[in-house]
Each structure stands twice: as C-alpha cells, then as structure tokens.
C-alpha cells in the first residue's frame, strides 16, 4: 500500500493513526500541493488534489480519510476494530467522529483564520456562531469522557482518529482546560505511540508553516499551552 500525504494534514494524521494502530506494512510519499508540479503529478491519482489518498496493492485508489479507515478495518479484521462491530456502537463513533468534524474542526478552522484577519475585522457573527458550536461540541465529548477511557468506550476508534489532531491543533486558538475529562483523555491520546508517531513527523511542517504567517502562532504540547494561557 501507498499513502499520499502531508505530515501536518490533520485528515492525513488520521489515517496514519490508524495504520500505526494496524501494524500495516505500507509506503509514505509525502505530496506537496503548493508546489505546481508536485501538484499536477499528485492529480493523475486524485483529481480533487486533497489528502491524503490510499493506494492499495490492487491499484485501487481510495481517497476520503474516513473510507480508508473503514477500508483498512476490513482489511486487517485481526486487529482491533476502528468501527465497531456492534451496529449500535458503530453508530455512535461515526456520530462522534462527524460531530469533531463537522463542529470542532471547522470551529478550530473558523478561530484560526480569525487570527490572521486584522485586529479590526475579527470576531464576526460567523466566528461567534462557530464558536459556540465548538464549545457545546467540547462540553459533549468531556461529559462522555467523564465514565470512558475513549470516546466510543474502552478501545479506540474512529472517532479518536479524529479527535486526536483536532484536538491538539485547537489547542492552538482555543484553551479547553477547563474540561477536565477532555484535557486527560488528550493526554492519555497523546501517549499511544501510534500518536506520537504521527505528531513527531507533522511537527517540523506545521513549526515552518506557522512560522510563516502573517500573524504567526506556535504549536506547543498541552502543558506548556496551559501554563501559557494561564500566565
């Protein structure tokens, strides 16, 4: 198998992740798309130019971070489920993983372009709206949190997959240390060496993408960012 990625995509993050967790035997190639060349050579395997994209040993292409979870599920049955085989479960971490997505990621998102807006134009009605959606996102997955040691029980699944660079990139615009089960099972992500893995290798690309901001931000684990809010 082949990953097309980028080391500080979150969406590539995932997928990593989970081929940590697997124990798969694959091939990284890391895709540049702001390079125009790099860019027209990735397209004849990803029309859309998005990351990442998974080609297996059949040549099938697989693109979408979610279906090569799902799809590395089915290909690797003995090895702990991503997606659970109890329907109802199942269910409940795609919800989960929809809900880091759709809310918690796209509000990281929308915080994060408010920074390098000027002072003057930041905090409108769509920042705001974003906002409150993140948080009430946030307060979700911390009172979950508080009887489980992931978010879809006691194994992890697709919904960490998810959570685990969402969280750590928000933690960039937004202090969550305020919830307590939230701040712990980021910790407790943190230290699976599949995660660690992944972030060591993003870490060097987001550092000089940061850098090169016109408003630029750091990228620092969670204990210094809360020693940092706090000062």
């Known amino acids: 198998m082949k990953l097309y990625y980028?080391?500080?995509?979150?969406?590539?993050?995932?997928?990593?992740?989970?081929?940590?967790?697997?124990?798969?035997?694959?091939?990284?190639i890391e895709v540049n798309l702001f390079d125009s060349k790099a860019?027209?050579?990735?397209?004849?395997?990803?029309?859309?130019?998005?990351?990442?994209?998974?080609?297996?040993?059949?040549?099938n292409v697989i693109f979408e971070a979610?279906?090569?979870?799902?799809?590395?599920?089915?290909?690797?049955?003995?090895?702990?489920?991503?997606i659970p085989a109890d329907p109802?479960?199942?269910?409940?971490?795609?919800?989960?993983e929809r809900m880091i997505d759709v809310y918690i990621n796209s509000g990281r998102e929308a915080l994060f372009a408010d920074t390098q807006r000027p002072v003057e134009e930041r905090g409108k009605?769509?920042?705001?709206?974003?906002?409150?959606?993140?948080?009430?996102?946030?307060?979700?997955?911390?009172?979950?949190?508080?009887?489980?040691?992931?978010?879809?029980?006691?194994?992890?699944?697709?919904?960490?997959?998810?959570?685990?660079?969402?969280?750590?990139y928000l933690?960039?615009?937004?202090?969550?240390?305020?919830?307590?089960?939230?701040?712990n099972y980021v910790r407790r992500l943190e230290s699976r060496p599949s995660v660690a893995q992944v972030f060591n290798l993003g870490r060097d690309q987001m550092t000089k993408m940061l850098s090169e901001l016109p408003n630029p931000l750091q990228l620092v684990p969670l204990d210094e960012f809360v020693s940092f809010q706090q000062n």
Not at 48 to 57: C, G, S, Y
Not at 171 to 183: A, F, Q
């Open 66 to 82: 979610n279906i090569i979870i799902e799809y590395l599920d089915q290909h690797f049955p003995n090895t702990s489920r991503l």
């Open 171 to 183: 933690r960039m615009v937004y202090n969550y240390n305020h919830l307590p089960n939230l701040t």
């Open 125 to 168: 009605k769509e920042v705001i709206k974003a906002k409150r959606l993140l948080e009430i996102a946030l307060a979700m997955l911390d009172e979950k949190l508080a009887s489980r040691t992931y978010l879809g029980g006691e194994q992890l699944a697709i919904a960490d997959c998810a959570a685990a660079p969402t969280l750590a």
């Open 39 to 59: 860019r027209e050579e990735y397209m004849q395997i990803n029309l859309f130019a998005k990351i990442p994209t998974l080609v297996t040993d059949k040549g």
């Open 6 to 28: 980028a080391p500080a995509s979150s969406y590539s993050q995932r997928v990593l992740m989970a081929l940590y967790e697997k124990k798969a035997n694959f091939t990284l």
């Open 88 to 96: 109802e479960q199942a269910l409940e971490v795609r919800m989960l």
